[in-house]
């Protein structure tokens, strides 16, 4: 029987095919290179390759993107065509992965793990359904998951230290920093360069307000996370985070400008996300954007009939852009997206049940119409993570009910909800800022 590197049976008996898998595997793992381009090569001298058309669609919709479903949905259904000669684990990897393309993500997350009882050490399946509860906000399973898989790897195993790193991310997101941080650095200890650890250390750092801790942490191994690293712009956002704590607008702007979102825009999510996100915390502190807001919202707008309703997380953040520079368009369409979604798909329920009171939120405090921010966010803050990303990123919505319960005169409600961040983060000055304006009041 043939088998990978980490002992998992596949169907092909190609030692090139296998060992173009094994890089474009690494180029997954690592987020250096190009995965997809990598494993391309192989479907091309091999297209019965079942494994190659399943990492292919699996990959794709990590992107997070419609116009990469679209792609996935035909390697999944070149996999289908293939089911006769694959083996019993290449089937179920096929069945996880229609569900995928199909929107089901709670279900497609669960066969994955159906795969992982048989398979402990198939490294793909973990990562793409750790990605997918990361999409789903599912921050038990970031760290059960991993935890169900780990007595089946050692450091004997290729790619050991990547699932070291995503375990420490899930504990992060279970708010077990000591335990993450442990983690991520024996991680780290195996593989330097994996900048998913070192998000995995910032997360930990960034939620106990350990913010020159932070700064310095991100500085001293940026050789390691920054260059060729496809990841990078989202750590690079993290230390934006960090100086607009201190009060370093300025610094802020370099990073935006320089390392975050340079010119020429890119026109991928992950990177407007973060873009959207710290262009709307510099919005809440009456921060002169300059065009940047504008150049975002272009880009967002450009790609609005292609990937809307596809992921409401990316919708709120499109939103986040259009609010700051009036698109009323691109915002009628956004609301109406989400007012009137429907279905079972995973998408269907984050929409209804976060983004839609998350987008009125948004457009009311562009609007400066405050009550109704806090008549939208209170109710459902506590139940954001149903729609995706980390603490870190949904803290934006508690820094803006905060704001609008400053701005609309109510600083008991500010204070209510600033004893409760500044608790869990002694050490950010943003948050004392704000203590003392909500004081003042």
């Not at 790619?159 to 983690?183: D, K, Q």
């Amino acid at each position: 029987m043939t088998t990978d590197a980490r002992g998992n049976p596949v169907s092909t008996s190609d030692a090139s095919a296998l060992e173009i898998f094994e890089q474009a595997l690494r180029e997954y793992q690592s987020y250096v290179g190009d995965a997809v381009a990598t494993i391309e090569r192989a479907l091309a001298a091999r297209p019965d390759f079942v494994m190659g058309h399943v990492f292919r669609a699996g990959v794709l919709m990590t992107a997070g993107e419609q116009r990469f479903a679209l792609l996935a949905r035909d390697s999944v259904r070149a996999a289908e065509q293939l089911a006769g000669a694959a083996n019993d684990r290449e089937r179920l990897l096929v069945a996880a992965t229609r569900r995928l393309v199909d929107g089901n993500w709670h279900e497609a997350c669960a066969a994955f793990d159906r795969v992982l009882i048989d398979y402990p050490r198939d490294a793909f399946a973990l990562q793409t359904a750790h990605l997918f509860d990361f999409f789903r906000g599912d921050a038990t399973n970031l760290r059960n998951r991993v935890t169900r898989v780990l007595p089946g790897w050692s450091p004997r195993v290729p790619g050991y230290s990547y699932v070291l790193g995503m375990h420490a991310f899930g504990l992060e997101e279970c708010n077990e920093y000591a335990e993450a941080r442990a983690t991520a650095e024996r991680a780290l200890a195996l593989a330097p360069r994996d900048g998913w650890a070192v998000h995995a250390v910032v997360h930990v750092l960034e939620m106990q307000g350990l913010i020159e801790d932070g700064i310095l942490w991100l500085e001293s191994r940026q050789r390691d996370w920054a260059p060729e690293n496809l990841f990078a712009f989202h750590n690079w956002w993290h230390l934006a985070l960090f100086h607009l704590d201190r009060g370093d607008v300025r610094r802020v702007l370099e990073l935006f400008d320089a390392a975050i979102c340079p010119e020429p825009v890119s026109d991928l999510s992950f990177p407007l996300v973060d873009a959207s996100a710290l262009l709307w915390r510099l919005f809440l502190q009456n921060a002169d954007l300059g065009a940047r807001a504008a150049r975002i919202a272009a880009v967002w707008e450009s790609k609005l009939e292609a990937e809307r309703g596809f992921y409401a997380f990316n919708d709120v953040h499109a939103l986040l852009a259009f609010a700051m520079t009036g698109r009323e368009d691109a915002i009628r369409t956004i609301l109406h997206d989400l007012e009137t979604t429907t279905g079972s798909a995973a998408n269907a329920a984050m929409a209804r049940e976060v983004g839609l009171p998350v987008a009125r939120a948004i457009v009311a405090f562009a609007r400066g119409r405050y009550d109704h921010v806090l008549d939208e966010l209170e109710p459902v803050r506590d139940i954001a993570h149903r729609f995706g990303g980390s603490h870190a990123q949904r803290d934006l919505l508690t820094l803006t009910l905060i704001e609008a319960a400053l701005r609309g005169g109510r600083p008991g409600v500010a204070r209510h909800y600033l004893a409760e961040r500044n608790v869990r983060r002694p050490g950010s000055a943003l948050g004392w800022r704000l203590h003392a304006r909500a004081v003042s009041a």
